[in-house]
Each structure stands twice: as structure tokens, then as C-alpha cells.
């Protein structure tokens, strides 16, 4: 079993429309969890962070986090055109300090 | 306020050279860690330094070494190399360890071919 699970799409969405993205773990202990957006040719930028069970949000942007369940998820609302791009999870694994990254999931918001 | 710079951006290597890439991180960022970024793999874990210590390392095999000096930078080698290791070698620095030790600055990374 992979430590982060993702659907790798690609995912369609028309714009305006609600795009949700989905992440699983397999460490129980993990405490710290990220979504990273990355545009083709470019390098990953954080987004979001979540440390506590629930919701997070921020701007157009909302994290969910449910640790029973070890599953982190990340809604778009209102998508544009310009959120097209590789959403990667990342998870802090255990307490080794080190940050494992799912394998993205392509996402396409259509005018 | 700079980003993490990394260089070269570009290279080719031929199959058994060795390579070495280098890192600066961002002004006042001590942990840098690097990345394997390949279309099959994803993004995958080869080590993280914080003041000149390897703190962590990613399941590589040992020709993937790499050093961070005094001042933060860090510099990454890869010796024998092998075409599998043709990949987006991606840099990211952030400021301190804990809780938010994955909020990470990445580097435009360095995208080596090998032949």
C-alpha cells in the first residue's frame, strides 16, 4: 500500500462548478497534511495545510481532514480556468520528519 | 525576497558520469530538502539537511549523496549514472522544523537527462 493515495485523473470540471479532490493515507500517526497545486513546467507551491480534524478554508479553497478515516480532501469552489493543474497531497509521515507526496491528480477546469 | 535558486537548470549526462546539483534556499531557511520528480514516480523523497545534517533520507540507493555547507546551500550528486536517474531533481527549503515542517518552498529544479 502506497503511504499517499490519489486518484491521478485526469479530473473534468466545468467552470464554476465545485471541484473536489481526494487523498488517502496510510499512516495513522501522521499529524500534518498539505495540498501543493504545480502548473505543468513549473514547480509545486503550497495551497493549504491542515493539522486538525475538519474543515479549513480559505478563500475559494477548502480542506477536509478525517484522521479516523486517513483521508484528506480538497474543494474548489467556483473553479476557473486558471486552477487547471497537478494538485499533489503531502502527508508528514510518522515522526520521521519527512513529507511523502501522492501522485497528483491532473485537474481540468473547462470554460 | 529571493526563492530557493537551483542550478544548472538544464544538463545531459551520458550513462556512468556523475552529476552534482546545487541548492541555495531561501535567505534564513536552514532544512533543505531534495526531490526525485519522474511522470511514473511522482514526486519522491531523497533526503532532507538541516544545519549541515542529514536528518532524513528517502529509499535511494547510495549513489545519490548529497551535503549542505554552513551557509544553508546544499548540493546534491548522483554518481554512476544510470538512465533510470533522468528525472526533475527539485529543491525545497523551509524555516524551521515542527509542525509545519511541510511547508515547503520548492526551487524551479534542475531537469537532468541522461543518454
Same mark, same amino acid.
Given at each position: 500500500q502506497k503511504e499517499v493515495e490519489q486518484n491521478s485523473g485526469p479530473l473534468s470540471v466545468p467552470e464554476g462548478a465545485i471541484a473536489s479532490l481526494n487523498c488517502t493515507y496510510s499512516d495513522r500517526v501522521s499529524q500534518s497534511f498539505f495540498?501543493?497545486?504545480?502548473?505543468?513546467?513549473k514547480s509545486p507551491e503550497l495551497i493549504m495545510s491542515i493539522y486538525s480534524n475538519g474543515d479549513k478554508e480559505d478563500g475559494r479553497f477548502t480542506a477536509q481532514l478525517n484522521k479516523a478515516s486517513q483521508y484528506v480532501s480538497l474543494l474548489i469552489r467556483d473553479s476557473?480556468?486558471?486552477d487547471s493543474a497537478t494538485y499533489l497531497c503531502a502527508v508528514n509521515v510518522g515522526g520521521a520528519q519527512k513529507l511523502v507526496f501522492g501522485q497528483g491528480t491532473r485537474l481540468t477546469i473547462n470554460p | 525576497?529571493? /526563492?530557493v535558486t537551483q542550478t544548472p537548470r538544464y544538463l545531459i549526462k551520458t550513462r556512468g558520469q556523475q552529476v552534482t546539483l546545487s541548492c541555495s534556499p531561501i535567505s534564513g531557511h536552514r532544512s533543505v530538502s531534495w526531490y526525485q520528480q519522474t511522470p511514473g514516480q511522482g514526486l519522491q523523497f531523497l533526503f532532507e539537511?538541516?544545519?549541515e545534517t542529514q536528518r532524513n533520507k /528517502?529509499?535511494?540507493p547510495g549513489r545519490f549523496s548529497g551535503r549542505q555547507f554552513s551557509n544553508s546551500r546544499s548540493e546534491m550528486n548522483v554518481s554512476t549514472l544510470e538512465l533510470g536517474d533522468s528525472a526533475l531533481y527539485l529543491c525545497a527549503s523551509k524555516l524551521q522544523r515542527g509542525r509545519n515542517t511541510g511547508e515547503l518552498f520548492f526551487g524551479e529544479g534542475s531537469r537532468l537527462t541522461v543518454l
Open positions: 495540498w501543493y497545486r504545480q502548473y505543468s513546467g476557473q480556468p486558471s | 525576497k529571493a /526563492g539537511y538541516f544545519s /528517502g529509499n535511494f
